[in-house]
């Protein structure tokens, strides 16, 4: 049986300023729920900035490897396209990345209508957060571009 491959040419990528390695689609945000529905894409071989989850995650790997990384660079965790997790609040700060392609998640946020993610320096200062308000403005922002 052929494998079939995910195929993302027909998803409008977006980037957040400063973030780099980072591209994202959001799908919904659902305040009522307290949920944000997103795909995120790491670049291939690269890793994003080192952040925590103040959130609950469900998420799927629907290409490629998601790779989590120690707050010093140490791989923690590789998991699989098809494998899915969910992570709750995590005090411990990681960064992460993708394997020899790009990996695509599908990331459900959930239980928060505040801060969803801290990103931190690598002193582990909380240098900006995102939550409930930006992701619905980056939608906005996403149904006008």
């Known amino acids: 049986?052929?494998?079939?491959?995910?195929?993302?040419s027909t998803i409008t990528w977006f980037q957040l300023e400063g973030f780099d390695h980072l591209s994202y689609c959001i799908f919904n945000v659902d305040r009522e729920n307290r949920i944000v529905d997103v795909?995120?894409?790491?670049?291939?071989?690269?890793?994003?900035?080192?952040?925590?989850?103040?959130?609950l995650n469900h998420m799927l790997v629907i290409q490629g490897d998601h790779i989590l990384y120690t707050p010093e660079g140490e791989i923690k965790e590789i998991r699989p396209t098809g494998r899915y997790t969910v992570s709750a609040p995590d005090d411990e700060p990681h960064r992460e990345g993708g394997g020899?392609?790009?990996?695509?998640?599908?990331?459900?946020?959930?239980?928060?209508?505040g801060v969803m993610y801290e990103v931190l320096d690598d002193a582990r200062n909380v240098i900006a957060t995102l939550g409930m308000d930006d992701f619905e403005g980056l939608l906005t922002a996403q149904s006008q571009a």
């Open 1 to 8: 049986m052929e494998h079939l491959k995910f195929d993302d």
């Open 39 to 55: 795909l995120f894409k790491f670049a291939a071989n690269e890793k994003i900035a080192l952040h925590r989850h103040v959130a």
């Open 100 to 113: 020899d392609q790009d990996v695509i998640i599908l990331f459900s946020i959930r239980g928060t209508d």
